[in-house]
């Protein structure tokens, strides 16, 4: 508590004081006077004006990232986390604390999945593999595309799935053939029902292989290699097209060889494939996190990504001609305050002060939050040009 009282608004582990004993920090002391890394967000403090950083799955602990509340001397909490990765208030979580904080911080954006889902054209129908709690499924279904059958390995996400998206669902290894032929067979039952109708894969393997900050980043890493998974589907079900979704780090992996590799498998049975960069801050949601959305298509040209609608600070948002990024206080901040061991969801609401919060109730659809962030953009430009020298 006294290192979480010493860091300002926006500051990190470098306002904590040397009079603060503690070990971890002076372990990246040393390791920033080495040259290796600022850690600019170990031990930060949210800016109640800007986005989040990346919700990883340890917000709930100060040393792993930005993750201290603006205004409260705390760590955010699971609802305000779910807040910042876009997901509604109603979306109800299942499992214990951390299972929970895996699910959250692992997830795709539901706001950001639906801009992407609305580039897929004329909704269909999807499958969804390595699916998690459903952020990505969300995001299609808001934009009237229809879950058949989804898969993930771990039960906690599968029972968050149910609960939210739907109850057709397979538990276990997508590497074991059982399981695998039981996506396959159930995906081709519900297929009878909407024959006509576009068929997407969606999903991306779990993304701890690729990652950055994994501590073991290869290709021994069995992980690395369910995209070979996800073609064995994409072969069995003739889709016509697959949304695969990852982190930055696949792209750099032995010097673009594995992000290579990838492509090469995955498009082979397709006419066409293109990879593209999303930042969720560039899509209303109040988060910076950069994902790699990899679409292809069996006929024709693969859609183009979603146009940003968002941008932060606000003068860069003026420069871009587009809508402001909500910041922390616009997300979280009709939530109530909290104390230990308190999650605050059966305590009141102040009355929402951000359109983001109407979208976080249910009080506004998705469509509209866009609507209004786009009308927002000449207003927003039109009194911040004359700031631009």
């Known amino acids: 508590m006294a290192i ?37 967000t170990y031990y930060g403090r949210l800016r109640s004006d800007a986005p989040s950083y990346t919700i990883n799955t340890y ?63 004329e909704p269909g129908c999807f499958v969804d593999l390595f699916a998690g709690a459903g952020g990505l499924s969300l995001g299609f279904r808001w934009a ?33 053939d059982a399981v695998r032929e039981e996506v396959i067979q159930k995906a081709r039952e ?24 994994g501590k073991k980043r290869s290709m021994e890493d069995e992980r690395n290699h369910l995209f070979r998974e996800y073609r064995s589907v994409v072969d069995a079900l003739d889709p016509d097209g697959f949304v695969f979704e990852n982190v930055l780090g696949l792209l750099s992996m032995k010097k673009g060889k594995v992000f290579q590799q990838v492509c090469d ?27 790699v959305f990899v679409v292809a298509r069996r006929e024709g040209q693969s859609p183009e990504p979603p146009s940003p609608v968002t941008a932060f600070p606000a003068l860069e ?31 009141a609401l102040a009355d929402p002060s951000s359109n983001f919060q109407r ?4 009080l506004i659809a998705p469509d509209e939050y866009l609507d209004v962030l786009k009308s927002q953009i000449s207003v927003a430009t039109e009194k911040q040009l004359s700031l631009i020298g």
């Open 317 to 347: 948002a003026a420069k871009r001609g587009v809508g402001v990024t909500p910041g922390a206080e616009a997300a979280i901040g009709d939530l109530p305050a909290i104390g230990p061991s308190e999650d605050g969801c059966q305590m």
């Open 359 to 362: 979208l976080s109730r249910g």
């Open 4 to 40: 979480v009282r010493s860091i300002p608004e926006g500051g990190n582990w470098k306002d904590v004081p040397a009079s603060i004993v503690c070990r971890r920090i002076e372990t990246i002391r040393a390791s920033y006077e080495r040259g290796e890394g600022s850690r600019s």
């Open 265 to 291: 498998v995955l498009g082979e049975p397709m006419a066409d494939i293109r990879a593209d960069v999303l930042k969720s801050d560039q899509f209303g949601v109040p988060q910076r996190r950069s994902r």
């Open 190 to 213: 519900a297929r009878r029902l909407t024959p006509d109708l576009p068929l997407l894969i969606l999903g991306g393997p779990p993304c701890q292989g690729f990652s950055t900050a």
């Open 59 to 121: 917000f709930s602990r100060p040393g792993n990232g930005c993750h201290v509340h603006y205004a409260q001397d705390r760590v955010i909490s699971h609802r305000e986390a779910a807040r910042f990765q876009s997901f509604p208030d109603a979306f109800e979580f299942r499992g214990s604390k951390a299972a929970v904080g895996n699910q959250i911080g692992n997830a795709v954006p539901p706001l950001m999945a639906y801009q992407v889902a609305l580039q897929q054209g």
């Open 144 to 176: 009237g595309w229809k879950p058949l059958v989804a898969n993930d390995f771990d039960k906690y996400s599968l029972d968050t799935y149910s609960a939210n998206i739907h109850d057709s669902v397979v538990l276990g290894d997508i590497r074991d």
